[in-house]
């Protein structure tokens, strides 16, 4: 049941474009997938978290200029054995429960500090406060700016209301921080647990469910200069004999009489008649001229045995050709725990007749790392890194403790992969070493030791 309904939103985000994503506890299929808020209303889509890895960096490349172009790098850290990992888009990082995340953005030169976003925990586990620190280049320091504080229902992990306050700087007797009049939104839910109605300042969202708890509406009002709400968008699901999302209508309001206007329709088909592993989803966009639908795409969708999605490719209906074309795609790959590992989009070149990339195109890695939700270090590793501090300004140092003397190497590497520095060591059990690094641009760094026995690789950032 987890891929399913991720599937349905990484299709329709750009279709309906006028729609708020649906959020978690709004069951389709059993999966939820992110709002449009950050933890709207307290989970995403994220992979499961009983895996022992977690993402701790990822970066973003963007084609232009006839090469891929590095646009932003991100960074996160944990503690008490907290991890998380993306979902399949990396739309949000709601599902990774990250004690601070630090963003980078590329200049043309190097990396250079942008946001830090830090959570704070309370009972359960929940997150209670996350705050947005963006870098103040004149300072050189990070600012205060704005935070969400999150009110639950009572021990559970449902976020009734989200509170939004702006920092506005220290004054006589006040803390900085303006508590906001209003909620940022506030949500209500179902008997069953799912979510009925997110309430904001402009906009409405209502859902309404089936006997069997499935999502067949989402409604969406907004205020108009009056701050009067009227329905805007209005989308409506269907379901196969197998509880599948089969069909989803699109339409929106026409405000001067009310009325429900036709946009697009999907249709959806699945590999076998189990299992969610979507075959072909076919889009058809309403003409209103001559009052019927008519095709506009299609999706084909690739998976691998374990049923992770490999290619999302969209093809565009030619009616003087009476054909689909192809257009553009998506493909994904993942690591033996089933976590993305990298995303790339290419388009079609019909001069080629192949898949290339063009302006516009992105690549996404993700990077992970082991963790032990005890704290403990792993007595059975072969190896094990410490290193501190990070971020680091001016010099890293780490310590390496074999289980069993041996001989290694030490390779450190940025996050596009070129090597850094790079040496040999003698054989040791333990090991010291600092490196400068107060020359190095600001970013993520990898740390690899590898030996006959074992190898291991531990993330730093350097910040300026």
């Not at 963003?103 to 976003?117: A, D, E, I, P, W």
Request: aromatic share 14%.
């Amino acid at each position: 049941m987890r891929y399913t309904m991720k599937h349905l939103y990484s299709l329709t985000i750009g279709l309906l474009s006028a729609a708020v994503v649906i959020p978690a506890h709004a069951k389709v299929e059993g999966v939820s997938v992110p709002g449009p808020y950050p933890h709207t209303p307290s989970q995403s889509s994220a992979v499961s978290l009983t895996v022992n890895t977690r993402l701790k960096a990822k970066s973003y490349y963007l084609y232009q200029n006839g090469q891929f172009t590095p646009v932003d790098s991100f960074s996160y850290a944990y503690s008490n054995g907290r991890g998380g990992s993306p979902e399949e888009m990396d739309m949000n990082d709601d599902g990774v429960s990250f004690d601070e995340s630090l963003r980078f953005v590329y200049n043309g030169t190097g990396f250079v500090n942008r946001l830090k976003r830090t959570q704070s925990y309370g009972q359960n586990g929940r997150v209670e406060w996350l705050y947005y620190n963006p870098w103040n280049t004149t300072l050189s320091a990070w600012k205060d700016s704005i935070r969400y504080a999150y009110l639950y229902n009572g021990s559970s992990s449902q976020i009734m209301h989200a509170r939004l306050d702006i920092y506005s700087g220290i004054s006589s007797g006040s803390s900085g921080w303006t508590y906001g009049n209003n909620f940022m939104y506030s949500n209500t839910y179902s008997n069953s647990g799912y979510i009925l109605a997110i309430y904001t300042v402009n906009q409405n969202i209502e859902f309404s469910y089936d006997n069997n708890d499935n999502l067949i509406c989402r409604k969406i009002a907004e205020s108009d200069p009056n701050t009067l709400m009227h329905y805007t968008i209005k989308d409506s699901f269907g379901y196969d004999a197998s509880g599948r999302v089969n069909y989803v209508l699109h339409q929106v309001n026409n405000v001067t009489n009310t009325t429900w206007i036709n946009d697009l329709q999907t249709f959806y088909t699945y590999a076998g008649a189990t299992g969610n592993d979507l075959d072909n989803a076919q889009v058809e966009k309403w003409n209103a001229s001559l009052s019927g639908w008519q095709k506009k795409e299609q999706h084909l969708f690739t998976y691998d045995a374990a049923h992770n999605k490999t290619s999302d490719i969209t093809q565009n209906w030619v009616s003087g050709q009476g054909a689909y074309s192809n257009s553009n795609r998506i493909d994904w790959t993942y690591n033996y725990n089933h976590q993305v590992t990298s995303i790339a989009t290419t388009t079609w070149s019909t001069s080629a007749g192949s898949w290339v990339s063009i302006a516009g195109n992105y690549q996404r890695f993700f990077y992970y790392e082991t963790y032990f939700p005890t704290i403990i270090k792993d007595p059975g590793a072969a190896v094990n890194i410490d290193l501190f501090p990070s971020p680091a300004q001016d010099a890293v140092h780490f310590r390496i403790d074999w289980h069993t003397p041996q001989p290694f190497s030490m390779n450190v590497t940025d996050m596009q992969g070129r090597t850094l520095q790079q040496w040999d060591e003698h054989a040791a059990m333990n090991y010291e070493r600092t490196l400068d690094v107060s020359q190095w641009p600001a970013g993520n760094y990898l740390l690899t030791v590898s030996g006959a026995n074992g190898k291991a690789t531990e993330r730093f950032v350097v910040a300026k």
